[in-house]
Each structure stands twice: as C-alpha cells, then as structure tokens.
C-alpha cells in the first residue's frame, strides 16, 4: 500500500548561510523549552535550552528565543555547516494535566545544507 | 558516563509475540522517559518515570503495552502479544530532576513485527 508518512517541514540552506528554525507550542504552563537534533539512525541528541523567564540564550553558533506572547520558540543556527543537516524538535516541559514534568515533543523541521 | 543504554539495537520478531525492550538509565538521573517515533505520528511520549514511580501513562497505546521500573538503574517496556502496527523506533531517556534538566536519549531499539 501507499506509504503515507509525517510530512515534516524541511529548511534547505547553502553552507556558510545561517538557519532559523521555528516552533510554536501550545501549552502555557510550559516552563522549560529544549531544541534537539537527531541524525539519521541515532536518538536526539540535546543542543540547547531555555527556561521560561528568558527570551533568549545563546550557546556555540546556536541561539534560543523564546516567545512566551505567542507561544513560539525559534533556533538559530550561525555559519550552518553539513553537519548540521539532520532533523531539529522543540521541546517542552510543564503541567499537562496535572503530569507535571512531562517532556512533550514538536513534529521536527528536517534541515539540509547544501555545500 | 556511557549515557542511556538500551538494548536490544534491533529486534525482529513474528505477530503475537512477546517483545521486551529494557533501558539503563544514566546514573543518578531520576527521571526516565520512553518514546515511540514512527514516520506517521512522529516522537510520541508513551510512559513518564520519576523517582521509579509511573507518573504519567497516557500515551500507552493499549493493554498490550506496559512497563516497569523496579530500580533506579533498570527500566523494561513490554509488548504482548505484539503486532505489526507496534513497529517502530522505541527510544528511552533519561534527565535529571523532575521539572528541570534536558532528558538525554539513548540509541534507541528498531522494532520490526512481521
């Protein structure tokens, strides 16, 4: 039969370019956000993180914003090398429910980089 | 530290069989977390660990799955019987403290249910 897979939103950039990759969230209880990348074959692997009553942290070539208006967190990455291309997902945790600490996953943007 | 460990890498196995996956969490890590990723649905959280107590397991699919955690080093998650839709990636996670600190994942277990 067909295969219908998760359609996931892809970012193509050239090599030296810088990528900015968006997520929105829908829980206002969420109070810790992380961005993973997971590379074909390997489980995902954590890049960077920001806490609630933040708007922006910056790690090595990686940036974290945070939105807390509307809900949406974004990732950028500086001077984007091959390596980067691989599959990026927001996360975040909070009180879903009454679990709090919980760590909820995006859908993934799938970044390549063309050399 | 190795990080997550799991095992088995890859698992094969017929319909109506009995599947155990099992992880070791990182030392000292008091919350573990097992995650399904499937092309169709993505990375699904299915049970949430927090000091070997099930907080959370609203993302178990059904009866079929279930999972334990009977010390602070050893996590299984069993399927029985399994079926074919059960294929997928299972990944296991784990992070320190129950409301803080990035979860890290290990390599996860490729199950194929024929």
Known sequence: GENVGLHLPTLSVQEGDNSIINCAYSNSASDYFIWYKQESGKGPQFIIDIRSNMDKRQGQRVTVLLNKTVKHLSLQIAATQPGDSAVYFCADRGNYGGSQGNLIFGKGTKLSVKP | ?114
Request: proline letters at 6%; glycine letters at 8%; one cysteine or more.
């Open chain 2, 1 to 114: 530290d190795a990080g997550v460990i799991q095992s088995p890498r890859h698992e094969v196995t017929e319909m109506g069989q009995e599947v155990t996956l099992r992880c070791k969490p990182i030392s000292g890590h008091n919350s573990l977390f097992w995650y399904r990723q499937t092309m169709m649905r993505g990375l699904e959280l299915l049970i949430y660990f927090n000091n070997n107590v099930p907080i959370d397991d609203s993302g178990m699919p059904e009866d079929r799955f279930s999972a334990k955690m009977p010390n602070a080093s050893f996590s299984t998650l069993k399927i029985q019987p399994s079926e074919p839709r059960d294929s997928a990636v299972y990944f296991c996670a784990s992070s320190l403290g129950r409301t803080g600190g990035e979860a890290f994942f290990g390599q996860g277990t490729r199950l194929t249910v024929v």
